[in-house]
């Protein structure tokens, strides 16, 4: 079974913190996600990564970065936390060119005060 | 990019009755999903169809291509069935598009 894990279910941050999300997988895929949903607007792609070092951004990528030195981990920083960031953060990995099944992590409820 | 609608926005049943959720997409795509989310927003994977029929236990889904839409029949509902279903679109270029959801509450 391919698993996807989080770092945190929940967070709690406070305004103008650097804040990272981890993402881990461990079914050697080339592609991973991170996406946020709030209600009333669905899941937003905000950046993703089909191989180690690279990197291509979503519909909603101001106000994040991200990293992916291996493979495995694909990182979200939010650089200086800000209160409209508050939501609910998914990670998914998928495979790669004829493997399009998504899997998503358990997911991170951050909350910025 | 492509348009994903989902119908209906919200679905009452009661335990133990049938369901067809409806997932309309505006262009060719090569991958389509159907995922639940649970009461802890998970999104669990229930079927991976770009095409044909699939069924795996209460839950079917069939997906016409070349008409632009996918249907997820969900038979002899259950409580545990309730939460968001999603269906999710894309091409090969590696963005999927999220349809809004259909909420779905089943009364015992």
């Known amino acids: 079974d391919v698993k996807v894990t989080q770092s945190s279910r929940y967070l709690v941050k406070r305004t103008g913190e650097k804040v990272f999300l981890e993402c881990v997988q461990d079914?050697?895929?080339?592609?991973m996600f991170w996406y946020r949903q709030d209600p009333g607007l669905g899941l937003r792609l905000i950046y993703f990564?089909?191989?180690?070092?690279?990197?291509e951004k979503g519909d909603i990528p101001e106000g994040y970065s991200v990293s992916r030195e291996k493979k495995e981990r694909f990182s979200l920083i939010l650089e200086s936390a800000s209160t409209n960031q508050t939501s609910m953060y998914l990670c998914?990995?998928?495979?790669?060119?004829?493997?399009?099944?998504?899997?998503f992590g358990p997911g991170t409820r951050l909350t910025v005060t | 990019g492509i348009q994903v609608e989902q119908s209906p926005p919200d679905l009452i049943l009661q335990e133990g009755a049938n369901s067809t959720l409806r997932c309309n997409f505006s262009?060719?795509?090569?991958?389509l999903q159907w995922f639940h989310q649970n009461p802890w927003g998970q999104l669990i994977n229930l079927f991976y169809?770009?095409?044909g029929t699939k069924q795996n236990g209460r839950l079917s889904a069939t997906t016409v291509a070349t008409e632009r839409y996918s249907l997820l029949y969900i038979s002899s509902s259950q409580t545990t069935d309730s939460g968001v279903y999603f269906c999710?679109?894309?091409?090969?270029?590696?963005?999927?598009?999220f349809g809004d959801g259909t909420t779905l509450t089943v009364k015992p």
């Open positions: 998914a990995s998928r495979g790669g060119v004829g493997t399009y099944e998504q899997y």
């Open positions: 079914m050697d895929h080339e592609n």
């Open positions: 990564s089909y191989d180690v070092k690279m990197k």
């Open positions: 262009d060719s795509v090569n991958n």
């Open positions: 169809i770009p095409s």
């Open positions: 999710a679109v894309g091409t090969n270029a590696g963005k999927s598009t």
